[in-house]
């Protein structure tokens, strides 16, 4: 096994369905360390499921996923707690606990390992959010903060456990420009600190500010992988039509 290989996570001939409908077969994808991935695709061709599976979240129906050179597939989720330790992920809604203040969320992990005092803990949360910008918001509830804010702070929460590898599911979903710039900085300022980031999305603009990589999923199946130069001259029907929509894009 290469060094690249032994600080990758990675899927092997995946197959996973649903209810009968494939999701996605004989699947093959390596996200190594430094190099920032963008999976592409429309809504619903199963790009978040990806995520799932890398984390361990969802069981395929057969292949291999590992972390590192340690093949989750098939083991207890016991066993795989300390290297799934390395990734975050920001969910698409930000998945903030309603209940808690913004500085519980984002503390939230730390507190449940019990490894840092109460103090410590706190300096991390107030480090945190003041790197995404929200220090303002740490005795706030998530329902009085804007879409933006949320997302935030969700990578505030990410953050927290100092992770190698990030996952975004489609960040800029539902949020306005200035938004967008606002998270497309914040992941170009993650990545300049040696943070791999991974998202899922279909907002081009995003994909090509923030990643070198990107792989296109399409009817289950890969149909590209390669990088920005290469994506956008490739002759492949589907990709194309992802990326400059024609009247024959209608409907389909």
Same mark, same amino acid.
């Not at 972390?67 to 989720?77: R, S």
């Not at 840092?116 to 329902?143: H, W």
């Given at each position: 096994?290469?060094?690249?290989?032994?600080?990758?996570?990675?899927?092997?001939?995946?197959?996973?369905?649903?209810?009968?409908?494939?999701?996605?077969?004989?699947?093959?994808?390596?996200?190594?360390?430094?190099?920032?991935?963008?999976?592409?695709?429309?809504?619903?061709?199963?790009?978040?499921?990806?995520?799932?599976?890398?984390?361990?979240?969802?069981?395929?129906?057969?292949?291999?996923?590992?972390?590192?050179?340690?093949?989750?597939?098939?083991? @207890?989720?016991?066993?795989?707690?300390?290297?799934? +330790? &390395?990734? $975050? *992920?920001?969910?698409?809604?930000? %998945?903030?606990? =309603?209940?808690?203040?913004?500085?519980?969320?984002?503390?939230?992990?730390?507190?449940?390992?019990?490894?840092?005092?109460?103090?410590?803990?706190?300096?991390?949360?107030?480090?945190?959010?003041?790197?995404?910008?929200?220090?303002?918001?740490?005795?706030?509830? @998530?329902?009085?903060?804007?879409?933006?804010?949320? +997302? &935030?702070? $969700? *990578?505030?929460?990410?953050?927290? %456990?100092?992770? =190698?590898?990030?996952?975004?599911?489609?960040?800029?979903?539902?949020?306005?420009?200035?938004?967008?710039?606002?998270?497309?900085?914040?992941?170009?300022?993650?990545?300049?600190?040696?943070?791999?980031?991974?998202?899922?999305?279909?907002?081009?603009?995003?994909?090509?500010?923030?990643?070198?990589?990107?792989?296109?999923?399409?009817? $289950?199946?890969?149909?590209?992988?390669?990088?920005?130069?290469?994506?956008?001259?490739?002759?492949?029907?589907?990709?194309?039509?992802?990326?400059?929509?024609?009247?024959?894009?209608?409907?389909?």
């Amino acid at each position: 096994m290469s060094v690249s290989d032994r600080y990758s996570i990675r899927m092997e001939q995946l197959c996973y369905s649903i209810g009968g409908r494939k999701i996605l077969e004989d699947f093959d994808f390596c996200l190594e360390r430094s190099v920032n991935h963008t999976i592409l695709g429309v809504s619903g061709a199963g790009k978040t499921t990806i995520l799932k599976l890398l984390l361990g979240l969802l069981d395929p129906d057969s292949g291999r996923v590992f972390l590192g050179d340690l093949c989750i597939t098939g083991l @207890p989720e016991s066993r795989f707690i300390e290297p799934r +330790k &390395r990734i $975050a *992920i920001v969910f698409q809604g930000g %998945a903030l606990f =309603d209940s808690m203040t913004v500085g519980e969320n984002v503390g939230y992990r730390l507190f449940e390992e019990n490894r840092l005092s109460a103090r410590e803990i706190q300096s991390v949360v107030t480090e945190k959010l003041s790197f995404v910008g929200v220090e303002a918001a740490l005795n706030l509830y @998530p329902s009085e903060l804007s879409g933006g804010m949320k +997302k &935030r702070v $969700a *990578i505030a929460r990410a953050l927290a %456990a100092d992770p =190698d590898y990030i996952f975004f599911d489609e960040p800029t979903t539902g949020l306005d420009p200035i938004g967008v710039y606002n998270i497309c900085n914040l992941m170009q300022r993650l990545q300049a600190e040696g943070k791999t980031t991974l998202m899922v999305t279909h907002d081009l603009n995003t994909a090509f500010a923030t990643s070198q990589r990107f792989t296109f999923l399409h009817q $289950a199946r890969m149909l590209f992988e390669g990088n920005e130069v290469q994506l956008k001259a490739s002759s492949i029907p589907e990709v194309r039509d992802f990326l400059q929509p024609t009247e024959s894009s209608l409907f389909v």
